[in-house]
């Protein structure tokens, strides 16, 4: 059957409203905390975004939106890629809509100048999911393999004593810590260091190249965050000269205090050796746990690949739910 592919107007609460229905009900199956609540997407989705362009289509059938995509477009680096993503009310897959949503994601990326095309599937641990041969089918390589995880806080909690006498020979490093707001005395040196990320975290193929983090640039990032009620709880490591040797957050939506989401974790190379990132984990948890005492879980994913980090979240308790399955697409 045929459907209408349309442009969703974020600010139309109504027709973004029956976008995020499609994207939930494709989701419901997939365990952890896969989708946003509509409270979260109603605030995030129509603000303004100084990292990207966000275009959102609806697969309209008669008067009911049947098929949901979305593609985000980085503005200030990695301009010649984009991430797409489709999904199909159950009710309607294997009828095409996915891959007319595809491309016209694709030909909207294109008519930007965008030349990568990249996606996400996800598949059960050590299995297969329809989403898989589906993007084989659309021209879509793996690039990379992260596992996604999650931490059942109770686990948490259990462990988390033993594990702060290891972290405790941190030797000379002090560890601070933050809601959102980076303060101004390690701003400069933190850009300096989210400056790194793309070279040090395992990316397989995927077509990144690295960013450049100005103070403007985190500020303007932070007060997003703030603007759409995210609050990002922050560790750092000070080296003994001041300057930021790690970083590690955990992220919590205002609405929803039940479920978190690990943004980043990174050491300096030159400052690795000294069981730092357990200690910014152990910073980030607790501080989590302290702010939202309802808090039940925390979600993370890594590649495969890296095996320090994987080893240090099993060490706190998480456990892989899902593989992430990144996809690639040259135009």
């Known amino acids: 059957m045929a459907v209408d592919i349309e442009q969703i107007n974020p600010r139309n609460e109504a027709a973004l409203r029956a976008w995020w229905?499609?994207?939930?009900?494709?989701?419901?199956?997939?365990?952890?905390k896969p989708w946003p609540l509509w409270e979260q997407s109603r605030v995030s989705l129509p603000a303004d975004n100084p990292e990207h362009a966000i275009h959102l289509l609806g697969a309209i059938d008669g008067r009911e939106m049947v098929g949901a995509g979305l593609l985000t477009r980085p503005l200030l680096e990695n301009r010649h890629t984009a991430m797409a993503f489709a999904f199909t009310r159950p009710d309607r897959t294997r009828e095409g809509i996915g891959t007319a949503l595809v491309h016209e994601l694709e030909v909207v990326a294109a008519g930007d100048g965008r030349t990568t095309i990249q996606s996400e599937a996800y598949l059960p641990p050590d299995g297969s999911a329809a989403a898989e041969a589906f993007a084989v089918a659309m021209g879509y390589g793996v690039a990379s393999r992260e596992a996604i995880k999650e931490l059942v806080l109770d686990d948490y909690r259990a462990r988390r004593d033993a594990?702060?006498?290891?972290?405790?020979?941190?030797?000379?490093?002090?560890?601070?810590?933050?809601?959102?707001?980076?303060?101004?005395?390690?701003?400069?040196?933190?850009?300096?260091?989210?400056?790194?990320?793309?070279?040090?975290?395992?990316?397989?193929?995927?077509?990144?190249?690295?960013?450049?983090?100005?103070?403007?640039?985190?500020?303007?990032?932070?007060?997003?965050?703030v603007g759409i009620g995210r609050h990002v709880q922050t560790a750092m490591a000070i080296a003994p000269d001041g300057a930021v040797a790690g970083v590690s957050d955990i992220r919590v939506d205002d609405t929803d205090h039940e479920h978190a989401q690990v943004g980043i974790t990174l050491v300096d190379p030159a400052h690795r050796g000294h069981r730092l990132g357990l200690a910014l984990k152990l910073a980030t948890h607790d501080l989590a746990v302290a702010t939202y005492p309802e808090l039940a879980s925390v979600d993370t994913s890594n590649a495969e690949v890296n095996t320090w980090m994987n080893a240090v979240n099993e060490a706190l308790g998480y456990r892989t739910i899902e593989t992430l399955l990144e996809l690639q697409k040259k135009l």
Not at 21 to 32: F, L, M, N
Not at 166 to 192: H, K, M, N, W
């Open 21 to 32: 229905e499609v994207g939930d009900a494709a989701t419901a199956e997939r365990p952890g």
């Open 163 to 225: 594990l702060a006498a290891e972290a405790a020979a941190a030797d000379d490093y002090r560890i601070i810590t933050f809601d959102t707001v980076c303060p101004e005395e390690q701003l400069e040196s933190f850009g300096r260091l989210l400056g790194m990320l793309m070279a040090e975290v395992p990316l397989g193929e995927l077509d990144l190249e690295s960013s450049e983090w100005s103070a403007e640039r985190i500020r303007a990032a932070e007060q997003r965050q």
